[in-house]
């Protein structure tokens, strides 16, 4: 299997995801620079976390321009596999791929610390390694991770099942707890906390590796 990290002016998490799907997974993996709209040979795209642009403006909202989300766009319409860790959550929301938005966090603080995560849903490319309820410990670091939405959105993802993970104490005011979302193909993904940074057994954890093995077992089965 062989993923693409997209890298941004300003990504700072690039290296990370990159590592967790090589030295971690033990998957092939190239980077994309935000200007190519040539996704041809991957079977999977990361928007890893980090501070595109700067983030001027809004989280994300100059990264939607870039080339590369159209070829994301078409590539993700195609069936292809998406997921966005924080700043690229935010980029999918930005890009209207993913449903809502990330607004400032409540009390207006920037949270950096490991929260408890629950697994809202196993149905997806992201969580089938997971058991339905199970709580992972993965690290958050963001002063726009929010999730808003409005009370239609939000009691379309709670019926179609398409809220993966929660917060166990929302740390950010997130309406309905929310930590990530899919879109409704279920092959795109958007999550705040950064699995990739609890991947290998020299961090505090390996709770977010069992995400990029989701991936690669849906990826198996199709």
């Known amino acids: 299997m062989k993923f693409g990290v997209v890298v941004f002016p300003g990504s700072n998490c690039d290296h990370d995801a990159f590592y967790a799907v090589t030295s971690n997974l033990g998957q092939q993996a190239d980077f994309i620079w935000h200007d190519s709209e040539n996704l041809s040979g991957f079977d999977a795209v990361i928007l890893p976390g980090g501070f595109s642009y700067g983030d001027h403006l809004r989280c994300g909202a100059i990264a939607r321009f870039s080339p590369v989300m159209r070829a994301i766009k078409k590539f993700a319409d195609d069936g292809g596999l998406v997921a966005g860790f924080c700043n690229g959550f935010q980029i999918l929301t930005e890009a209207h791929i993913l449903p809502g938005a990330l607004v400032r966090n409540a009390g207006l603080r920037y949270i950096c610390k490991t929260v408890g995560l629950e697994t809202a849903t196993t149905n997806s490319p992201f969580t089938n390694a997971l058991e339905k309820g199970q709580v992972l410990q993965i690290p958050i670091a963001h002063g726009e991770g929010c999730y808003t939405a409005d009370a239609k959105t939000l009691d379309e993802l709670e019926a179609e099942d398409r809220v993966v993970f929660r917060y166990t104490d929302n740390p950010n005011g997130s309406m309905r707890d929310i930590a990530g979302i899919l879109n409704p193909g279920r092959n795109v993904m958007g999550m705040m906390p950064h699995p990739e940074r609890v991947s290998d057994p020299l961090m505090p954890g390996t709770d977010g590796l069992q995400?990029?093995?989701?991936?690669?077992?849906?990826?198996?089965?199709?």
């Open 211 to 222: 995400v990029f093995q989701s991936i690669l077992t849906a990826f198996a089965r199709t």
